[in-house]
């Protein structure tokens, strides 16, 4: 089977000329030659980009997946076959109801008509590893049902391996191919996607996510659904049904009163909110899962959807990237090029004034626009382009942040053009260092390490004490060895005397009998 789906494949690949792609970018005379061979004959009339993207669509969901992932992968793929993969749909005919319902009763443990009160059997939206069916539990609340789709594993890992062998091919014979790292894109893909085969993952993810925003603090920012624990398991996810409008209706949500300009700031400072000061984003950020309230107790509010892929960073990443951003807002090339060579992104040899140049001369020309006139995709094409120069290392664990940016970029563009993303999250930022730098910071810090120091301080004496005794042992133990390689040293050159006594002696006696 394996071999029949690499036959597939492969005849795909040469149907919409994707042989052509890998070959010319090969420095090999063969790979010329063969590139000679293939061409011979055949013509289109789409772009290489149009024909990546309908051979990813003709060869299934898990591959319209990853095409998706690597249209966010600037460093990876030029700009073109990116702009042409975002448009890739993630839309599939949805499986037979009944086996949605056999799945949850055996998943669940109970018939379907125990469960819920009303479950409509027609779909409300079917995607490649799961289906969504609107439910009713016996308490009258409307809820959305997940249901993972059939069979799906065993697709998944058969792809997967065929992907991490190209992987392998493009790290070896393509120029760059080390340095972009393709093969830790596959993993970090199998990790994502197996993360979404588990529908309790999910449902922690939206969990965490709610928490998150149920500060008070935090109140008219984010609506994230709850969590029906009884009525979920690793097939089926059950969460309260949000009701709204998709934000790429930009006319029907102005026509309802909605102020767009207000929703595209809340966007940025959603982001920069869950970046930042949380370390746990939602990553998939597109226009499908994310609706804006019409309730009149929620009105104009962000609601998010589909937590199957989220993103997290460590504390080191965000101290980096937030430092990067703030650099970049003030102008401070030099201090971004220290970050990078700091953070060991790029060769320690590295001088400085030669890679702050090169930053300079991407970023400068894109400040005090408007969000119509410039693309952040377009800058981190020109800085992944520039850090060729630099070996600059790509840093997988960002990839998912990278994405989502791009998609708050696509969102802000289509709410409010002349939305200004530097001016509106520089401030956020530097609000975000202070509290971390400054005096409320070092009181919060304090505060989370009280409990481990509670532990500690009561034992200090004791701990000293110890260490003290060790020391005088130390220092005993020290001058009584001391005190035998002086005796030793004593003892040796008194042998040593003795022995030249002696040898005189013998000398004298000889030199007697002798004369």
């Known amino acids: 089977m394996k071999i029949l789906r690499l036959i597939r494949i492969s005849f795909i690949c040469w149907r919409y000329g994707l042989d052509e792609l890998l070959l010319e970018n090969i420095r090999h005379p063969f790979a010329a030659k063969l590139l000679k061979i293939t061409r011979f004959g055949r013509q289109y009339t789409k772009s290489r980009g149009q024909r990546l993207r309908e051979a990813l669509e003709t060869l299934g969901p898990i591959f319209v997946k990853f095409g998706q992932v690597l249209s966010t992968r600037r460093d990876v793929v030029p700009h073109d076959i990116a702009d042409e993969l975002a448009l890739l749909q993630d839309k599939v005919p949805p499986f037979p109801s009944e086996q949605a319902v056999a799945t949850i009763e055996q998943s669940l443990g109970k018939p379907i008509r125990e469960l819920f009160a009303e ?3 027609t779909p409300h939206a079917s995607a490649s590893v799961a289906q969504v069916h609107i439910a009713y539990l016996f308490s009258g609340q409307k809820v959305a049902v997940k249901v993972l789709r059939p069979g799906m594993l ?19 014979y393509i120029p760059d191919g080390k340095r972009l790292k393709p093969k830790e894109v596959v993993d970090e893909f199998d990790q994502y996607l197996h993360d979404e085969l588990d529908l309790q993952v999910e449902a922690a993810n939206c969990s965490q996510l709610r928490r ?12 994230v659904p709850e969590v029906f624990w009884s009525y979920s398991s690793k097939e089926v996810f059950t969460m309260e049904w949000m009701e709204g409008i998709p934000i790429n209706k930009v ?13 595209a700031r809340m966007g940025v400072e959603i982001f920069f909110t869950q970046v930042f000061e949380d370390g746990f984003f939602h990553a998939d950020m597109h226009p499908g899962n994310i609706l804006v309230s019409l309730d009149e107790k929620s009105f104009g509010q962000y609601i998010a959807v589909d937590f199957g892929i989220v993103g997290s960073l460590s504390e080191f990443d965000k101290n980096y990237l937030a ?20 953070s060991g992104w790029v060769p320690a040899d590295t001088r400085e004034e030669l890679l702050e140049g090169a930053v300079r001369t991407v970023c400068e020309p894109h400040f005090d626009r408007p969000l119509s006139e410039i693309s952040l995709g377009q800058v ?19 990839v998912l942040l990278q994405k989502t940016l791009l998609n708050i970029e696509g969102m802000g563009r289509e709410l409010d053009p002349n939305l200004d993303l530097w001016k509106t999250a520089k401030p956020f930022l530097e609000k975000w260092m202070w509290q971390r730098v400054g005096p409320k ?7 989370k390490e009280s409990t481990q120091w509670a532990n500690i301080l009561p034992a200090l004496p004791r701990l000293l004490q110890q260490r003290l005794q060790q020391e005088n042992h130390s220092e005993a133990l020290l001058q009584t060895l001391t005190k035998i390689q002086k005796q030793q040293e004593k003892a040796n050159l008194l042998n040593a005397v003795a022995i030249g006594v002696f040898m005189v002696s013998i000398g004298g006696l000889v030199y007697y009998f002798l004369r």
């Open 251 to 263: 006319e029907e949500l102005r026509a309802r009163g909605v102020d767009i300009a207000k929703l």
């Open 154 to 172: 065993n697709v998944i890992e058969k792809d997967i391996a065929l992907m991490r062998t190209f992987a392998r091919l493009v790290q070896r």
């Open 212 to 223: 998150n925003f149920s500060h008070p603090k935090r109140a008219g920012l984010l609506l």
């Open 119 to 121: 479950f409509e059997l």
């Open 323 to 342: 430092q990067n951003f703030l650099a970049f807002f003030q102008r401070d090339y030099r201090r971004v090029a220290q970050l990078h060579i700091e």
């Open 441 to 447: 910071g070092f009181m919060e810090q304090l505060q």
């Open 380 to 398: 981190l094409l020109r800085l992944f382009q520039t850090s060729r120069r630099f070996n600059v290392e790509i840093q997988p664990q960002l």
